[in-house]
Nanobody
C-alpha cells in the first residue's frame, strides 16, 4: 500500500514557476513509476508527465513539453514536478499517481494509487 500526498500548488502569474511535490509512504518507492495528471474545471483529467521508478526515464504531454520537468528523490520518497513558464491554461488540480512498475504508463486507469490533488491557478 502506498499513500501519496501532493503539495506545492498555489496562485502564480503567467510566466511564473511552481514546483509540486508528491511524498509517498513505503520503503520500496523506487519500484513505483509515478504519473502526474491534472483536471481543469469542466474537463476530464488528463495526463501531464510520468517518470520511471529509477528516475531515468520521463515522458511529457505535448502541452507541457519543454516547460515541465519531472524528477524524483527515492531516498526521500518524493517525486517533483517543476513547472516553468506557466500559462493560464495550466490552471487545474494536479494529481500524482503511482503504479508498481519500473516502467511508466500514460493511462490513468492503470495507476493504482492516487494523491488528493493540489490546486494550481495561473492568472493572466
Amino acid at each position: 500500500q502506498v499513500q501519496l500526498v501532493e503539495s506545492g500548488g498555489g496562485l502564480v502569474q503567467a510566466g511564473g514557476s511552481l514546483r509540486l511535490s508528491c511524498a509517498a509512504s513505503g520503503r520500496t518507492f523506487r519500484r513505483y513509476a509515478v504519473g502526474w495528471f491534472r483536471q481543469a474545471p469542466g474537463k476530464e483529467r488528463e495526463f501531464v508527465a510520468a517518470i520511471s521508478g529509477g528516475g531515468g526515464s520521463t515522458y511529457y504531454a505535448d502541452s507541457v513539453k519543454g516547460r515541465f520537468t519531472a524528477s524524483r528523490d527515492n531516498a526521500r520518497n518524493t517525486v517533483y514536478l517543476q513547472m516553468n513558464n506557466l500559462k493560464p491554461e495550466d490552471t487545474a488540480v494536479y494529481y500524482c499517481a503511482a503504479i508498481q512498475s519500473l516502467v511508466f504508463t500514460t493511462r490513468e486507469a492503470q495507476y493504482e494509487y492516487w494523491g488528493q490533488g493540489t490546486q494550481v491557478t495561473v492568472s493572466a
